[in-house]
């Protein structure tokens, strides 16, 4: 994964957004939060969450950053433990107890997203995607 860092020139002091391509199959890990993840392959691969109860506080944003005709990108939870909705082509897609969050090969648009926090019993997630089917919330 590579690393950009967007810099705020001015004299507040400001949080700084650390911005990784993903180009393949990765585990995240604590030092990882905050992270907005870019996802950037031709290919799409799994994305692994830390535990559940090891991660109060974390946080991530996925966001697709390149067309992927053939492989689905997939956010997978250790256990079913993803909670909440995106907003997916205009109607919310519900997800409870879900361990899998696919950004779905040939629906997906560069720039559909999902964010996802933890407080070390739940990932939350919200996000967004432009056509139908593009983003799912399932228990595989």
């Not at 697709?64 to 256990?79: H, P, S």
């Amino acid at each position: 994964m590579s690393t950009t860092y967007l810099a705020v020139t001015n004299d507040e002091e400001r949080q700084l957004a650390v911005v990784e391509a993903v180009t393949g199959a990765t585990t995240l890990t604590a030092e990882d939060s905050g992270k907005v993840l870019i996802l950037k392959a031709a290919a799409g691969a799994q994305v692994t969450l830390p535990a559940v109860a090891t991660s109060a506080g974390l946080r991530f944003k996925f966001i697709v950053g390149l067309a992927f005709a053939t492989t689905d990108w997939t956010v997978k939870a250790l256990t079913n433990k993803i909670e909440g909705s995106v907003l997916v082509n205009g109607a919310h897609v519900a997800g409870v107890n879900e361990n899998t969050i696919s950004f779905v090969a040939s629906a997906e648009s560069i720039g559909d997203f999902a964010e996802l926090v933890c407080d070390g019993t739940n990932w939350y997630v919200n996000g967004s995607g432009v056509t139908a089917g593009a983003i799912t919330l399932t228990a595989v």
